[in-house]
């Protein structure tokens, strides 16, 4: 373990477990897309853990730089190199409120969600809560914190602000040239950075105004794509997560319950896709063909599996 050194900004002490290859990050002109894991444990002495990107079992990916600001995280990135882990210790001030940042990105989250655009005591007073128990016994008492973070990877790209995640010659564009191609693979690695860029972005405004409503339409209509592409991976149960998402929040989504449907059906979980393609009907009558279509599709592939055994699609 290396010798600890202040960071240069108030509260953040870094400590290098171990030195990396590459070099620090720099930005020049466009934004940078870092993956890391992170750990974050308690000030104490059985050095609690309280989030583990390991333990969750993949790494997280944050756009970080020109306009794309989360506070902590991009100074305490922007300090390492490839392949380093660093261990930072930050007061509380700097507390909570990133953990809860941290902890939604990890999960796939907006780190600014409606019901968590405001951070710390405001929010607290507001809704009685942060979501998680553990957050709101730190919030009631704040101590120092512990982040050990290792970053893997660093890749660049530039961007025109949000227009540049959709138009046609960007990178929605582009996973949509890819996905007529049936390169699912890469057309997913190009729908999921546009939908990183627009979640970036969209953290700037305010939640459930008219800007904020605009950006969240685009991110919507990218992860549907992605799901397109997820299904035809058969990779069904992360469709069902990211449609249900959609729905929670956008409940009108009909394309998402669509979705949801299909690959609700290609798990055998009837009861929640006939629930689904309900709702698809209610929201659209005029899907009534395609529902039919896809519920006769599912009857003749159960009597296929009845006959033959499973049948891989």
């Given at each position: 373990?290396?010798?600890?050194?202040?960071?240069?900004?108030?509260?953040?002490k870094?400590?290098?477990?171990?030195?990396?290859?590459?070099?620090?990050?720099?930005?020049?002109?466009?934004?940078?897309?870092?993956?890391f894991?992170?750990?974050?444990?308690?000030?104490?002495?059985?050095?609690?853990?309280i989030?583990?990107?390991?333990?969750?079992?993949m790494?997280?990916?944050?756009v970080?730089?020109?306009?794309?600001?989360?506070?902590?995280?991009?100074?305490?990135?922007?300090?390492?190199?490839?392949?380093?882990?660093?261990?930072?210790?930050?007061?509380?001030?700097t507390?909570?409120?990133?953990i809860?940042?941290?902890?939604?990105?990890?999960?796939g989250?907006?780190?600014?969600?409606?019901?968590?655009?405001?951070?710390?005591?405001?929010?607290?007073?507001?809704?009685?809560?942060?979501?998680?128990?553990?957050?709101?016994?730190?919030?009631k008492?704040?101590?120092?914190?512990?982040?050990?973070?290792?970053?893997?990877?660093?890749w660049?790209?530039?961007?025109?602000?949000?227009?540049?995640?959709?138009?046609?010659?960007?990178?929605?564009?582009q996973?949509?040239?890819?996905?007529?191609?049936?390169r699912?693979?890469?057309?997913?690695l190009?729908?999921?950075?546009?939908?990183?860029?627009i979640?970036?972005?969209?953290?700037?405004?305010?939640a459930w105004?008219?800007?904020?409503?605009?950006?969240?339409?685009?991110?919507?209509t990218?992860?549907l794509?992605?799901?397109?592409?997820?299904?035809?991976?058969?990779?069904?149960?992360?469709?069902?997560?990211?449609?249900?998402d959609?729905?929670?929040?956008?409940?009108?989504?009909?394309?998402a319950?669509?979705?949801?449907?299909?690959?609700?059906?290609?798990?055998?979980?009837?009861?929640e896709?006939?629930?689904?393609?309900?709702s698809?009907?209610?929201?659209?009558?005029?899907?009534?063909?395609?529902?039919?279509?896809?519920?006769?599709?599912?009857?003749?592939?159960?009597?296929?599996?009845n006959?033959?055994?499973?049948?891989?699609?």
């Amino acid at each position: 373990m290396e010798g600890s050194m202040m960071m240069g900004v108030e509260g953040i002490k870094k400590t290098i477990l171990h030195g990396g290859t590459g070099e620090k990050l720099k930005f020049v002109t466009g934004s940078i897309i870092v993956t890391f894991h992170f750990r974050t444990q308690l000030c104490n002495d059985e050095r609690t853990v309280i989030d583990d990107s390991k333990k969750a079992g993949m790494p997280m990916e944050m756009v970080i730089g020109n306009l794309f600001k989360l506070d902590v995280w991009e100074i305490l990135l922007m300090s390492m190199n490839i392949g380093e882990v660093a261990e930072f210790c930050c007061d509380v001030i700097t507390g909570v409120c990133h953990i809860l940042s941290l902890r939604r990105i990890a999960v796939g989250k907006n780190p600014v969600d409606w019901h968590i655009h405001t951070c710390g005591i405001p929010n607290m007073f507001a809704y009685n809560s942060l979501g998680y128990d553990d957050l709101d016994e730190l919030q009631k008492e704040p101590q120092p914190l512990y982040f050990v973070m290792e970053l893997l990877k660093v890749w660049t790209f530039k961007y025109d602000r949000e227009s540049w995640a959709l138009n046609e010659s960007g990178t929605c564009g582009q996973g949509n040239k890819l996905f007529k191609q049936g390169r699912y693979d890469e057309a997913t690695l190009k729908y999921k950075e546009a939908i990183m860029c627009i979640k970036n972005v969209q953290t700037k405004e305010k939640a459930w105004e008219a800007p904020w409503l605009r950006l969240e339409k685009m991110a919507n209509t990218l992860t549907l794509n992605y799901c397109q592409c997820l299904l035809c991976m058969e990779e069904y149960y992360e469709v069902i997560e990211h449609t249900t998402d959609i729905i929670n929040q956008h409940p009108g989504a009909m394309e998402a319950f669509y979705l949801c449907g299909k690959a609700h059906m290609e798990v055998w979980n009837e009861a929640e896709a006939r629930d689904d393609f309900m709702s698809v009907l209610d929201l659209d009558p005029g899907m009534k063909k395609t529902i039919k279509k896809e519920r006769s599709y599912s009857r003749t592939v159960r009597r296929s599996r009845n006959v033959s055994g499973a049948i891989r699609f």
